[in-house]
Every structure is written in structure tokens, then in C-alpha cells.
């Protein structure tokens, strides 16, 4: 095991103000940043992100590779949720282990903006059209997770509509950012998005560092929030992301061979939505706990998936291939 990459990734500046955010938060500090600062900033990430991809997807063109890598990302967003639901409802209620299943099925943009990043210090590059993977994982492990709830659910109070869950996922302001972004930069007349160049990759770095330390107050914050849960919550939210990037970092070698690529999709699987997930779920699943699978989510999972979960992923997919 190469535990270079580990350190490496450990040192990054942008991870390390992620640390500073969790300090600041565990000393009480008075750091703060204004919330239209971090909207703007994560909107910002949304779309330097996706127009990025959108250009380079417009280089490379529509292959059989990008189908398969579509279909996959598809399959992962569809089977993902289901086997987490029925581990989950074991131990949790209905609503809770749907509400769980849904985030762990769908994707987080925070995390794949730092495996970007990751792979940017690595010198590797990963293609444009994953970005529209992405965004198409965003909704159906959304929708799954709303059918295993509707199905298993005895209270049948609830009566929201598949189509109306649907809707709100897809017109997420995240999620509709990214879309937009990528088709803008998929029709976008390539001399002229040289002129916001500076704008879209120059200051990127400076920004997701501002971001992350965000995150990491966020995270300290929240992470306190689903103690009543003991030692469960915080084993599942390391546990299902270990298990999801593994096989996805040796499955994915049946699709595609670039090892950004790879590594992409593995961060996608093993990632969990804090943001699409729980906006849609407010809707849908008023009865599960906000205070359980959001801090699982940002409390735990993020934090695993972007110091220990990157370096691992990597190092299986640069040691495994077909």
C-alpha cells in the first residue's frame, strides 16, 4: 500500500481547512462565514464543475464507453439503496431506513468537487462525461427510496406523489445547476468559454478551500446531533461507504479502463447527499429524522470518504485492472 497518496491527500491545503472548520467549531470560536458567501460559493463549485465537464464532453463526443458509463451510474444510483434499506430496517423505522437508503444511493457534488481536486494534485484526468453521471445519480436512489417507504410504510397517511418527489429532485437548485451548467458548456462556443477560463478553473481551488472550512464548522456541529443513536449510526455511515467505493473501484473496471474515471465512479457510490437528499425527503418523508441521516451523512461520511476513502479508492484502482 502506497502511503504516500494518504499523506499527500492528508496535507492538501484544501482538506486541512476542513480540519480547521472542525477545530473552530470544537473551540467555540467566532469564526463564521455569512451564508450568502457559502450559497454563492457552492453554487459557484456547481458551476465551474459542470461547465468544465460540459466542455470537455463536447471535445470527446458520445461513445460507447459514455452509454455504458451512464447506464452504470444508473444501476449504481437503482441497486445501492435497496440493499441498504433492508439492512437498515432492522434496526430503524421505515421512514428512517428509507430516508438513510436514499442519501447513501444519490451523490454528493461537495465530495465529487474534492475528488476533482484529489486527482487535479494527482496529475490524472477524468472525462467530461462524468459529471453527467453525476447528476443523473442524483435523483433515482431518491425515487427508490420513496417506493420502499410507500411499500413498507403501514401508516398510510402519507399520500405524496411519486411524480411531485420526482419534480422536486430535479428541479433542486443543485441539481439543476449542474445540468445547466454541463448543457451550457456542452453548446458553448469554445474561443469564447476561453474568456472565463480565470473565472472557472484559476480561483477554483481558493474557493472549495473556503468551502471545506465551512464544511468542517458544519460538520463538528452536526456530528453531536445523532448521539441518541449510539455506536449504530456512526459504523453504518463509515460501513457503507467503505463497502460501496471497494466494489465500485473493482466493478468498475468492467466499463471503462481510465483510472479517472474509475476513481470517479467509486467516489460517486460511496458518497451520500446532505443537500439534494434531504430537500426532497422534507417533502416526501416528513416522519424520518433529519437529525439521523444528515449527519450521517456530513457528520461521518464526508469526512471518511475525503481523508482515508480517496487515497483508498485510488490505490484499488490503479492495482486492479481486467
Known amino acids: ?11 492538501n491545503p484544501t482538506l486541512l481547512f476542513f480540519v480547521l472548520g472542525i477545530v473552530a467549531s470544537i473551540v467555540k470560536s467566532d469564526l463564521e462565514i455569512p451564508a450568502p458567501s457559502i450559497k454563492f460559493i457552492s453554487l459557484y463549485l456547481l458551476f465551474s464543475i459542470g461547465f468544465k465537464g460540459g466542455q470537455e464532453l463536447a471535445h470527446s463526443g458520445f461513445t460507447t464507453e459514455i452509454f455504458y458509463s451512464l447506464a452504470f451510474g444508473v444501476v449504481l ?33 461537495v465530495t465529487f468537487v474534492a475528488s476533482a481536486s484529489f486527482l487535479e494534485m494527482q496529475k490524472i484526468s477524468y472525462g467530461g ?18 417506493i420502499l417507504m410507500m411499500k413498507y410504510e403501514t401508516d398510510k397517511d402519507n399520500n405524496v406523489s411519486l411524480r411531485s418527489v420526482a419534480q422536486h429532485s430535479l428541479t ?21 468559454a476561453e474568456g472565463i477560463k480565470p473565472f472557472t478553473t484559476d480561483i477554483f481551488k481558493g474557493f472549495l478551500a473556503i468551502f471545506l472550512l465551512e464544511m468542517g464548522m458544519v460538520t463538528a456541529k452536526r456530528f453531536s446531533a445523532f448521539t441518541k443513536y449510539g455506536f449504530y449510526a456512526p459504523f453504518v455511515g463509515v460501513l457503507f461507504p467503505f463497502v460501496n467505493g471497494v466494489a465500485v473501484a473493482f466493478l468498475s473496471a468492467f466499463v471503462t479502463d481510465d483510472v479517472g474515471n474509475r476513481f470517479i465512479f467509486s467516489i460517486l457510490a460511496a458518497s451520500a447527499s446532505y443537500i439534494a437528499v434531504p430537500a426532497a425527503l422534507r417533502l416526501a418523508a416528513p416522519k424520518a429524522d433529519p437529525g439521523l441521516y444528515i449527519p450521517m451523512a ?3 461520511t464526508f469526512p471518511f470518504n475525503i481523508t482515508l476513502g480517496m487515497p483508498l479508492y485510488f490505490m484499488i484502482v490503479k492495482s486492479f485492472t481486467l
Open 1 to 11: 500500500m502506497d502511503f504516500s497518496i494518504l499523506i499527500s491527500n492528508i496535507t
Open 77 to 109: 444510483a437503482s441497486s445501492i439503496p435497496c440493499y441498504i434499506f433492508f439492512v437498515l430496517k432492522r434496526r430503524l423505522s421505515i421512514s428512517d431506513a428509507a430516508a438513510v437508503a436514499a442519501a447513501y444511493g444519490s451523490v454528493s457534488a
Open 129 to 146: 462525461h462524468m459529471i453527467a453521471v453525476m447528476a443523473l445519480m442524483e435523483s433515482p436512489a431518491i425515487i427508490i427510496g420513496v
Open 172 to 192: 433542486n437548485g443543485s441539481v439543476l445547476m449542474i445540468i445547466g451548467s454541463l448543457i451550457i458548456g456542452i453548446i458553448a462556443d469554445t474561443k469564447q
Open 298 to 300: 456530513l457528520g461521518v
